[in-house]
């Protein structure tokens, strides 16, 4: 590597991954990333993690060859931590939630703790993947490594809860988690008991977003309307369009086209319902 010498001012993120790509050998290309990552003023960042991944045979089928990941390991720990991580992170990206899993048990058998990051996005794609059960084990797990849950992924967990009708869960882990119910949050666990035809429950918390002092916004009434015509609601649609016309000195007034346009819907609906 003594040639390289003469490149280290040079080093940044989009040339790293250029030369690693232009490479293509995955032996030569590690080497390459851990050399540059040992050169002053130059740190690796996300984007080139991703890239020594791509190189290394990262793929829907595959996993980064065990003795790549020791080479690291022996050259540098720390190193060898962050890229696990990453690649966590990157199989959650794609949907890989069970290789996901898989390499959350390589990483601590390296003897490394995984990222808050890494937990979140692990979460985030058991959830996606209706793997409700095995969310609450990396969650639980998450916890224990004192690592606290983002705003984005108890959302997605909330969602999940109320989807399976257990809304009465997704309350007590925001108040666990220290979440206050606000519109975003009931907005997100409406779409779920909507989804799961929980429709009583689902106007219940209107009524308890309000007595948190917030109150429904554009996106809580275009979910409720979505989601009670996804399930043919029309009256319950009609009772939404009436509460939006009612609260017409807070709304904006794209709400009162979005209102016209579904009662003309709703109309059009009712006919063909009738003959």
């Given at each position: ?84 991580n990453v690649l966590i992170r990157k199989c959650c990206r794609n949907g890989f939630w069970s290789k996901a899993l898989e390499e959350l048990g390589r990483l601590k058998d390296f003897g490394h ?163």
């Open positions: 590597m003594g040639c390289l010498r003469q490149f280290r001012a040079k080093l940044n993120k989009d040339l790293v991954i250029e030369v690693m790509r232009l490479v293509k050998v995955p032996e030569l290309a590690l080497k390459f990333f851990i050399w540059s990552g040992r050169q002053i003023g130059y740190s690796h960042s996300t984007p080139t993690y991703d890239a020594l991944l791509d190189v290394l045979c990262f793929n829907n089928n595959d996993s980064v060859p065990q003795h790549f990941l020791r080479e690291i390991g022996d050259e540098d720990r720390e190193l060898l931590g962050r890229l696990l703790r995984p990222s808050r990051t890494a937990y979140n996005a692990l979460v985030q794609v058991l959830l996606s993947a209706d793997k409700l059960d095995l969310a609450f084990l990396v969650h639980r797990e998450m916890s224990d490594y004192g690592c606290s849950i983002d705003r984005i992924t108890i959302g997605h967990f909330a969602h999940a809860l109320c989807k399976a009708k257990r809304w009465q869960e997704a309350l007590g882990l925001l108040e666990k988690e220290n979440f206050m119910l606000d519109t975003v949050f009931c907005t997100q666990m409406i779409s779920g008991l909507l989804e799961a035809s929980l429709f009583e429950e689902a106007m219940s918390f209107l009524h308890r977003l309000r007595s948190n002092g917030y109150l429904p916004n554009v996106v809580t009434y275009r979910t409720m309307l979505s989601g009670f015509l996804k399930k043919k609601q029309l009256g319950w649609c009609k009772r939404i369009i009436n509460m939006m016309i009612m609260e017409v000195a807070v709304l904006v007034r794209p709400f009162l086209i979005l209102s016209c346009m579904l009662i003309a819907v709703l109309e059009t609906m009712f006919m063909h319902t009738n003959c």
